[in-house]
Each structure stands twice: as structure tokens, then as C-alpha cells.
T-cell receptor, first 115, second 117 residues
Framework: AQSVAQPEDQVNVAEGNPLTVKCTYSVSGNPYLFWYVQYPNRGLQFLLK??????LVKGSYGFEAEFNKSQTSFHLKKPSALVSDSALYFC?????????????FGKGTMLLVSP | GAVVSQHPSRVICKSGTSVKIECRSL??????MFWYRQFPKQSLMLMAT?????????EQGVEKDKFLINHASLTLSTLTVTSAHPEDSSFYIC?????????????FGPGTRLTVT
């Protein structure tokens, strides 16, 4: 079984400050890890993924995430937050084995960036 | 980039009626499509996985006779909510995985807001 934990329901940060949205995962095997963002009444937009290689992954809109195998974490980060970054963020994991496997999502973390 | 559309974006129906939601991959072929349900301020819950030309695989607790899924082509999957009840009101999101066996990603549609009165 695979699972994702996002321990924070909400993260508040002031514009211009760095932000971190936490994610830990559990999977029996090598993981593929993803971050998605959702704006109100919209579908999910892909931000970034970790498949293999460098542990620091850079994605869209200045976001990055660091894969830490020993801590089974994949925290999302951005050096300087924007008000427009305010949205719901989902971490997701799937097995890296060939063939079919489904994405498992965390419960989501609401990011609120204040002006 | 890969685009997935859903139609309609918003639908209101009366209790007891059926409603069909379409999911299309616009610029790629999708062997597999997924249907999710999302309640307010909650995560996405996978309802079922559909593979082109075969029966959908439903997650535990999802009524296959109530949520009919058809994946008739490599670019179209439909979800039909039959005999809808107010508790079926939710945000339904589809996603599609490209036919490329090495593809790691799923591309998500914009979602369909279903309200059953």
C-alpha cells in the first residue's frame, strides 16, 4: 500500500518570504513523487515531479522540491512567495514499477500568502 | 502541453435523473483514464480507472452500477451518474495518462461541478 501525509492543513506566509509545504510518503518500492496545485473550482495543475536523479527538483512558477529518501519526504519550497501562490497544494505518490499503478494523493495543504 | 477537457464544467440535475460527464484528451492518446471525486476542502478520491476497450476497475466502495464508466476510444471516457441523489453532489475530476508506456504523468481535466437538487 502507498500513502501520502501532508501534516499541515494550512500554511500562512507573508509575501516575499520563503515557503515550505511538507509532504511525507510511504511506498513499498521506489516512488515517483508529484506536486500539484489547485485553484478554486479548477482541476489540478502539475508543478513538478521526482522520478530519479537529482534530489532537488525544479518546477513551474519558481517552485522546487527536495526528495529525501532517508526521511521519506518531498517538501515543496519556494524562495519568495507571491500572493498569487495562494491555492491548495497536493502531494502525490505512485510506484515506479513498470505497468499500471495509481496516484495516491495527500489530503492537501492550503497555502495563504498575505500581502 | 497535454490538455484534458471535461464537459460540462457545471451541471445541475434533479434527483433521480442521470447525468453524463465527458473527459477528452485533446492532443494525445490516453490508454488509461482516471475518475476522481473531490468533496469541499478534501483530497481527490480515486473512483475508478478505465482502460480503452475494457471494463473499468472500480475502487472499493464505489458502486459500479451507479457510476457507469465507458472508455470508448483513446481520447474519450465518460462517467454517467445514474439515478443521482443529492449526496452525489461533488466535484468530479478526470485525468488521462498518455499511451506512451514510459509516461510518468497524468494530465488532469478542469473538473465538473455536479449539483443534484
Amino acid at each position: 500500500a502507498q500513502s501520502v501525509a501532508q501534516p499541515e492543513d494550512q500554511v500562512n506566509v507573508a509575501e516575499g518570504n520563503p515557503l515550505t509545504v511538507k509532504c511525507t510518503y510511504s511506498v513499498s518500492g521506489n516512488p515517483y513523487l508529484f506536486w500539484y496545485v489547485q485553484y478554486p473550482n479548477r482541476g489540478l495543475q502539475f508543478l513538478l515531479k521526482y522520478i530519479t536523479g537529482d534530489n532537488l527538483v525544479k518546477g513551474s512558477y519558481g517552485f522546487e522540491a527536495e526528495f529525501n529518501k532517508s526521511q521519506t519526504s518531498f517538501h515543496l519550497k519556494k524562495p519568495s512567495a507571491l500572493v498569487s501562490d495562494s491555492a491548495l497544494y497536493f502531494c502525490a505518490v505512485r510506484l515506479s514499477s513498470r505497468g499500471y499503478s495509481t496516484l495516491t494523493f495527500g489530503k492537501g495543504t492550503m497555502l495563504l500568502v498575505s500581502p | 502541453g497535454a490538455v484534458v477537457s471535461q464537459h460540462p464544467s457545471r451541471v445541475i440535475c434533479k434527483s433521480g435523473t442521470s447525468v453524463k460527464i465527458e473527459c477528452r484528451s485533446l492532443d494525445f492518446q490516453a490508454t488509461t483514464m482516471f475518475w476522481y471525486r473531490q468533496f469541499p476542502k478534501q483530497s481527490l478520491m480515486l473512483m475508478a480507472t478505465s482502460n480503452e476497450g475494457s471494463k473499468a476497475t472500480y475502487e472499493q466502495g464505489v458502486e459500479k452500477d451507479k457510476f457507469l464508466i465507458n472508455h470508448a476510444s483513446l481520447t474519450l471516457s465518460t462517467l454517467t451518474v445514474t439515478s443521482a441523489h443529492p449526496e452525489d453532489s461533488s466535484f468530479y475530476i478526470c485525468s488521462a495518462r498518455p499511451q506512451d508506456i514510459l509516461s510518468y504523468e497524468q494530465y488532469f481535466g478542469p473538473g465538473t461541478r455536479l449539483t443534484v437538487t
